[in-house]
């Protein structure tokens, strides 16, 4: 029998197959009853489970990042696809296949990283150029960079997402900029570079998704900062000149303050051309990852809207097309 992935999951679906497991949590309900909820993820996406009458030999008998041998039934609540588990348990390594729980092939990996460094020592700056070779050469760095995930529930979270989402972004500045002759475009790539590069500490990805002590108490944007501080450092050293003040005080500032409103963890609003630039891009690029995500992943297939979400407080219209059979027959009223 064929691999069903998370995002082809149905309503009232059997479910018999191993997943990844993450984000595990031994839970009280109403009456006081044990219960443990558990992230399930492939390279459809994610989906929570529970198990009832749960205990803590239960809640034991794996960790975070193992694989487990998921039985129950899946079910529609309150728009999102869950899992109401039956059995679950642990298995060796050695008998899954790492593809199916890796969104982005190695290929694809490696061609964005070979086009992240196009992209970089395609600058013109000669301080930036200087300033990115220290970060290209840096293997661990990198390394990590091709691993991670841009979140643990929203947007490209999966392996190897942050490179995703990086040089996605970077593509855009390279289009948008030449609109807008006030752009520093250089600047703007380097910033679109380095705005999440905190997320390679931020978050634990070797195996499932989820926070670092140091994301914990320090998060990405504080992280990148110091990255940065470092990197600054090596860039002196390579080319005997010290970068900058003023450019070193612009990438600070796009890092940040992209995120773009004090509600949203910012410690500054943007207050550069490139600032403001960097934060509205972020966001389309985040934003058209997660609705396409959801789309592709809606359990409602037989209707042209999905499901309601609940963090985006709306439905997504996926169109005629995006229905089962692509007929308005299939359209419901």
């Given at each position: 029998?064929?691999?069903r992935y998370v995002n082809q999951i149905n309503h009232q679906e059997s479910i018999?197959?191993?997943?990844?497991?993450?984000?595990?949590?031994?839970?009280?309900?109403?009456?006081?009853?044990?219960?443990?909820?558990?992230?399930?993820?492939?390279?459809?996406?994610?989906?929570?489970?529970?198990?009832?009458?749960?205990?803590?030999?239960?809640?034991?008998?794996?960790?975070?990042?193992?694989?487990?041998?998921?039985?129950?039934?899946?079910?529609?609540?309150?728009?999102?696809?869950?899992?109401?588990?039956?059995?679950?348990?642990?298995?060796?390594?050695?008998e899954v296949d790492p593809a199916e729980f890796a969104p982005l092939a190695a290929?694809?990996?490696?061609?964005?990283?070979?086009?992240?460094?196009?992209?970089?020592?395609?600058?013109?700056?000669?301080?930036?150029?200087?300033?990115?070779?220290?970060?290209?050469?840096?293997?661990?760095?990198?390394?990590?960079?091709?691993?991670?995930?841009?979140?643990?529930?929203?947007?490209h979270a999966y392996h190897g997402g942050l490179l995703e989402h990086v040089v996605?972004?970077?593509?855009?500045?390279?289009?948008?900029?030449?609109?807008?002759?006030?752009?520093?475009?250089?600047?703007?790539?380097?910033?679109?570079?380095?705005?999440?590069?905190?997320?390679?500490?931020?978050?634990?990805?070797?195996?499932?998704?989820?926070?670092?002590?140091?994301?914990?108490?320090?998060?990405?944007?504080?992280?990148?900062?110091?990255?940065?501080?470092?990197?600054?450092?090596?860039?002196?050293?390579?080319?005997?000149?010290?970068?900058?003040?003023?450019?070193?005080?612009?990438?600070?500032?796009?890092?940040?303050?992209?995120?773009?409103?004090?509600?949203?963890?910012?410690?500054?609003?943007?207050?550069?051309?490139?600032?403001?630039?960097?934060?509205?891009?972020?966001?389309?690029?985040?934003?058209?990852?997660?609705?396409?995500?959801?789309?592709?992943?809606?359990?409602?297939?037989?209707?042209?809207?999905?499901?309601?979400?609940?963090?985006?407080?709306?439905?997504?219209?996926?169109?005629?097309?995006?229905?089962?059979?692509?007929?308005?027959?299939?359209?419901?009223?």
């Open positions: 029998m064929s691999r018999d197959q191993v997943f990844l497991a993450g984000e595990k949590q031994l839970r009280t309900n109403r009456n006081g009853n044990l219960y443990l909820q558990v992230e399930l993820s492939d390279r459809g996406g994610s989906i929570t489970a529970r198990l009832w009458n749960a205990n803590e030999d239960v809640y034991r008998s794996f960790d975070n990042g193992d694989y487990i041998h998921v039985k129950g039934t899946a079910q529609l609540f309150q728009g999102a696809m869950q899992v109401i588990a039956t059995n679950l348990h642990k298995i060796d390594p050695a290929v694809a990996v490696d061609r964005l990283a070979l086009r992240l460094g196009e992209i970089l020592r395609g600058m013109d700056d000669p301080a930036l150029k200087t300033l990115a070779e220290c970060f290209l050469i840096d293997e661990a760095l990198m390394a990590k960079l091709a691993l991670a995930p841009a979140g643990t529930k929203n947007h996605n972004l970077m593509e855009v500045v390279l289009r948008v900029a030449p609109c807008y002759p006030q752009i520093d475009r250089d600047l703007l790539l380097f910033g679109a570079f380095l705005h999440d590069l905190g997320k390679t500490d931020e978050l634990s990805y070797r195996h499932g998704l989820g926070y670092t002590d140091e994301g914990q108490l320090i998060g990405h944007l504080v992280i990148a900062v110091e990255l940065l501080d470092a990197k600054l450092i090596e860039a002196e050293k390579l080319s005997g000149e010290p970068i900058p003040l003023e450019t070193a005080l612009r990438l600070k500032h796009m890092i940040l303050s992209h995120h773009n409103e004090y509600a949203f963890g910012s410690p500054k609003l943007p207050m550069t051309i490139e600032a403001v630039a960097l934060a509205h891009l972020d966001n389309l690029d985040a934003k058209i990852n997660t609705f396409a995500r959801l789309m592709e992943g809606d359990p409602n297939v037989d209707s042209p809207w999905t499901t309601y979400n609940q963090n985006l407080e709306r439905k997504l219209f996926k169109g005629v097309r995006g229905v089962r059979g692509g007929t308005e027959e299939n359209v419901e009223q």
